[in-house]
């Protein structure tokens, strides 16, 4: 809980130490109307993006064109801003939007846009935050939004898109995923520092990332919603995700059949699974589907079969299968050297 409550202290500074939740309380409500406003334009009715009062106008302010934008909040040409690369969300819901646009057409963009200057064109920006609101505002026929600028390097860019989507709720399990991807690949977090910056525990940083495991079109069944990111994590267990993701999808099964559906296939085929070591946990069918997915993980990485077994009493153990002398040894090496400086 702390580390969301510093996560959210850390963007509200992005519109400056004392600005808080009513941010958005200095900033023209009504930049210049286009030809198809009916009248003041709107915010989104979510949160910061869609809330009722999300940035809503202080008593007594007007919001007419012209007045004195908050600190470092300017009106600029909706022709000036574009979205950024580093936007992990890469869907937005055609209805919501068209909603949205209704709204801001009837009351204004209330809540600015963050934006850094452009590196590429001199005298635009990169949207880092507010994307469904220029989107909107761009259908209701605006020419210009509010929107505060800030110099951000490519990882902060990432890192507060990221954080704000979450926050939202706007991601979808594969968006969050991939935005995950992006910054330990690209600017090379680790799990633990990564799950520190979007306020996350590591182990759903760690199960989030597997689901970029799986085949496409099961990746695609999550991004569209037909499969939860539960059933998508039951799946990463079996050999042929795609055919149960199908099956599930086509009966309609909940995430806790699709775990008993996973646990079945995997207790099939019992000879390719390491032997389970006398008082020992559970049997594969017992077991949750982050650990097996956990036991494929870890047995990929050593190139030897592994079972992982919990404990009621929160411990557990790790079975490690080796087939030789030789491979008993490369673990002793392995365990000697220490911990891998990769995470």
Known sequence: MAKRQTLGRGLSALFGEDDGPGVAHDVPATPSAGPHSSGPHSSDPRSSDDGPDAGALADGETGAAGAPAGRGVRLIAVDRLAPSPYQPRRTFDEAGLEELAESVRARGVLQPLLAR?????????????????????????????????????????????????????????????????????????????????VGKSRSHVANTLRLLQLPSGVRDMVSEGA?????????????????????????????????????????????????????????????????????????????????????????????????????????????????????
């Open 117 to 197: 200057p452009s590196a590429s064109h001199p005298g635009h920006f990169e949207i880092v935050a507010g994307e469904r609101r220029w989107r909107a505002a761009q259908r209701a026929g605006l020419h210009e939004v509010p929107v505060l600028t800030r110099d951000l390097t490519d990882r902060e860019t990432l890192e507060v898109a990221l954080v704000e989507n979450l926050q939202r709720q706007d991601l979808n399990p594969i968006e969050e995923a991939d935005g995950y991807r992006r910054l330990i690949e690209e600017f090379e977090h680790s799990q633990e520092i990564l799950a520190e910056v």
């Open 227 to 343: 499969l939860s990111a539960g059933h998508a994590r039951a799946l990463l267990t079996l050999d042929n995700p795609t055919v149960f993701a199908e099956e599930v999808v086509r009966k309609g099964l909940s995430v806790r059949q699709t775990e008993a559906l996973a646990r079945q296939a995997a207790s099939r085929p019992a000879q390719t699974r390491p032997r389970k070591a006398r008082g020992s946990g559970a049997d594969a069918a017992d077991k949750d589907a982050d650990t097996l997915a956990l036991e494929r993980d870890l047995g990929a990485q050593l190139g030897m079969a592994v079972s992982i077994d919990p404990k009621p009493n929160g411990g557990g153990a790790v079975t490690i299968a080796w087939q030789s002398l030789a491979q008993l040894d490369e673990i002793l090496a392995r365990l000697s050297a220490g911990p891998s400086a990769a995470d």
